[in-house]
């Protein structure tokens, strides 16, 4: 009997070791992607703003024309 609970002590221990080793994989693994989502969000912000700016100029140039009376009017 004493051998069954040295042997299920051993088990816990070992088992407890594994879970740790498995937590801090796994913290490792969520800063990981969080860095990765970080940097994702800051690529996408940037395109948004190139997008943005672009759009931007694109309806100047919209408004700039309709005001020299050159947009607007459809072919004829």
Request: hydrophobic share 30%.
């Amino acid at each position: 009997m004493a051998s069954k609970e040295g042997e299920i002590r051993q088990l816990r221990a070992s088992n407890a070791a594994n879970v740790s080793a498995k937590d801090v994989e796994i913290r490792q693994l969520r800063a990981s992607n969080a860095a990765n989502m970080s940097a994702k969000d800051r690529q996408m912000q940037k395109l948004r703003a190139s997008y943005e700016e672009k759009m931007k100029a694109k309806d100047d140039e919209i408004q700039k024309l309709k005001s020299q009376g050159k947009g607007g009017g459809g072919g004829q």
